[in-house]
């Protein structure tokens, strides 16, 4: 049964780097959206695979359905995955990876500073509809990548980390049109112990 993911914060939660209008028709609205028609989606493609072995093996999914499975599947798994990347931030410090978190990403960029401004860049370029993401690639390497419309990196054979969702409806509202703005602000509300933690169950 698919069905929206609750969030483990309120829709004000992430304020002020993302406002509680943002965030609750972001939810609310699009990723409900999702919800709904990939709900219609798998009871016509009745399998007993779940969504996450399917996006990693979309041969899988009946071709006249596959189409559709890649925008509805990926929109319903890449924004589940979004919103457990953050955590709010209420004293509005400054957040930064520790541990081995920071010193994988120091190894793959040469600091936190150099791998924020790649990741900056890749989100920032992207041109349409899409995502930016930090993955490990299929021999373990650290790699920031970008993806369009709702193609997710599980059919790719990355595994992603982190990501910021740089449709328009992700920061339209808030925002605007600086996409710049919500990139800045993004930095802001990083879970960077579930990020730690994505990495170390790859790793370990
Ligand atoms: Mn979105």
Not at 35 to 50: D, Q
Not at 71 to 85: K, M, R, V
Not at 113 to 130: C, L, N, P, R, V
Request: net charge negative.
């Amino acid at each position: 049964m698919i069905k929206l993911p609750s969030l483990s914060y309120e829709y004000n939660g992430l304020e002020p780097f993302y406002s509680e209008e943002n965030l609750t028709v972001h939810h609310s609205k699009h990723h409900q959206a999702y919800t709904n028609k990939l709900a219609t989606l798998m009871e016509k493609i009745e399998t007993k695979s779940s969504l996450e072995f399917l996006l990693k093996n979309l041969q899988m999914v009946p071709a006249e359905f596959r189409g559709a499975f890649i925008n509805q599947a990926g929109g319903y798994w890449n924004h589940t995955f979004l919103w457990e990347s953050f955590l709010p931030n209420p004293k509005q410090e400054i957040r930064k990876p520790i541990g081995k978190m920071l010193s994988a990403i120091e190894d793959a960029f040469g600091s936190f500073e150099d791998f924020q401004i790649a990741f900056t860049a890749k989100a920032m370029g992207h041109f349409g509809s899409g995502w930016a993401w930090l993955v490990l690639d299929s021999s373990g390497e650290m790699v920031i990548i970008d993806s369009h419309d709702q193609d997710c990196p599980l059919s790719h054979g990355y595994t992603p980390l982190l990501t910021i969702d740089v449709w328009e409806h992700a920061y339209y509202i808030q925002y605007q049109n600086k996409r710049n703005e919500w990139i800045e602000n993004f930095w802001g509300i990083v879970h960077w112990d579930k990020v730690e933690e994505r990495f170390l169950s790859f790793t370990s």
